[in-house]
């Protein structure tokens, strides 16, 4: 788990006041893993459990949840909807996390926990967008530094070849004037 989540989780942890009761009663459940959720809005432990069983599935199972899930309405289930498409290793599904994770953490209805870790989220998925632009930018440039390497190196052969061919003439000139 991300350093940040993982403070995060910790930090809820320690609130007290909620009662744990099935979910359902203030939103929709999207499709996917049923967890127990706080009925309170104190704080973001119901998300904080959807994430961790959200990122025990494979790739196939997050796939597979995402077509079911059509337009996500209410903010668990855009919640929802954020965290499988952060689990794709995907940049246009990051974009859509995080487009997703910035629309929660604006959301003024959620509690101020929600709001701080769709904040964080947010941050995490613009933090892999713009590590797999640096990545694929340094990629290009590694490969343009290879080509440019090869290209010398055929060059430094070609001028090897030339030397050498003016060594022996110099030989060849040289041996005849010794005739």
Same mark, same amino acid.
């Given at each position: ?12 942890? @320690? =609130? %007290?006041?909620?009662? &744990? $009761? ?7 459940? #999207?499709? +996917? ?22 990122? @025990? =599935? %494979?790739?196939?199972? &997050? $796939? ?7 337009? #996500?309405? +209410? ?105």
């Amino acid at each position: 788990m991300p350093r940040p989540l993982t403070i995060a989780a910790i930090l809820l942890t @320690a =609130l %007290t006041g909620c009662s &744990v $009761a099935p979910s359902g009663a203030d939103e929709p459940r #999207p499709p +996917g893993p049923q967890i127990e959720v706080c009925q309170c809005d104190s704080g973001p432990q119901e998300w904080l459990d959807l994430h961790r069983e959200i990122a @025990a =599935l %494979t790739t196939e199972e &997050v $796939a597979a949840h995402l077509v079911l899930l059509t337009e #996500p309405e +209410g903010s668990l289930q855009l919640y929802y909807f954020a965290l499988l498409h952060q689990q794709l290793n995907v940049v246009a599904s990051w974009t859509e996390a995080r487009d997703a994770f910035r629309t929660l953490g604006m959301d003024t209805q959620l509690s101020p926990g929600k709001q701080q870790l769709a904040v964080i989220m947010e941050r995490y998925n613009q933090s892999r967008i713009n590590w797999h632009e640096l990545n694929s930018q340094l990629q290009n440039d590694h490969d343009q530094l290879q080509s440019e390497l090869q290209t010398l190196k055929e060059e430094n052969a070609l001028l090897e070849q030339k030397i050498q061919a003016i060594t022996d003439l110099e030989t060849s000139i040289s041996t005849r004037k010794e005739l």
